[in-house]
């Protein structure tokens, strides 16, 4: 009996020895697991050890930490898109419904600044409050009409290049504004559409002048021509050229076979019968 009591104490002993290697075995994978994380493809990590970030950028990769006393903070670095409906002014004072697409990235060696000092809200905090700043700046210098056609492209440029100089310095980096829709006040918009037309009308009915001018010309110097070629046969026809010319009509006519009856005022020389000739 005690030999089965202490085989049975042996046995339990055993698997509680066995239970505690497990336990610590899980124990010592989690801490490892938890220990590491992946930064992935188009991401930025920094640490953050007891609050403070360190200024070590880790590229895409596994980067270990002590998970008691540090977080990794994970930063998109790709192009981001930002799309904005915003009432814009224009310079005569209406207000433009305007749909706008932003698209920036961050620069990766400023990650650390950027959480630094803005935080992992810097979208709401400073992107899209110079965008407003500066969208509102530029259009106001701009007609309505022009927001809709000629200068469009003129004023992207103009409020990238605005946004640029106060978001650059800070790690941003934009690489183009994007005017998707222009909402114009029904009014003006039937009123560009009718001066569109007028101007349209106006570029067909200067076409159809040009051709006419056009053709009046050409009619003119073909004229022009007649006359001048008129006016040299009628200065070459004189007496001697007469004679001349009907001297060779002659000749050609008594090279024709058959008989030739030819009546004249008895001055001009012919030939009546080309076969009397050879006799």
Known sequence: MNQYNNLLLITHKTFFMKINQLSLLIAVSLFVFSSCTVVRQGEVGVKRKV?????????????????????????????????????????????????????????????????????????????????????????????????????????????????????????????????????????????????????????????ILQRERQEAERKKIEAEGLRDAQKIISEGLNEFFIKWKSLEVFKELSKSPGSKVIITDGKTPLLIDPSDTKK
């Open 51 to 207: 609050g403070k970030l360190e200024p070590t950028v880790y590229q895409p990769g596994a980067v270990g930490f002590n998970p008691f006393t540090t977080t990794v903070l994970k930063v998109s670095v790709q192009t981001e898109n930002v799309e904005v409906t915003l009432d814009l002014p224009s310079k005569e004072g209406l207000t433009i419904r305007s749909q706008i697409s932003i698209l920036y990235h961050i620069e990766p060696n400023q990650v650390p600044s950027i959480l630094q000092n803005i935080g992992m809200g810097y979208e709401n905090t400073v992107i899209l409050s110079v965008f407003r700043s500066a969208a509102a700046d530029v259009t106001a210098r701009y007609m309505a009409k022009e927001m809709h056609t000629s200068q469009r492209a003129v004023i992207e440029q103009e409020i990238k290049e605005t946004m640029a100089k106060l978001l650059q310095p800070r790690g941003f980096i934009v690489e183009a504004v994007l005017l998707k829709s222009i909402q114009l006040p029904a009014g003006l918009t039937s009123a560009i559409q009718s001066k569109m037309e007028a101007e349209q009308q106006a570029q067909q009915m200067e076409f």
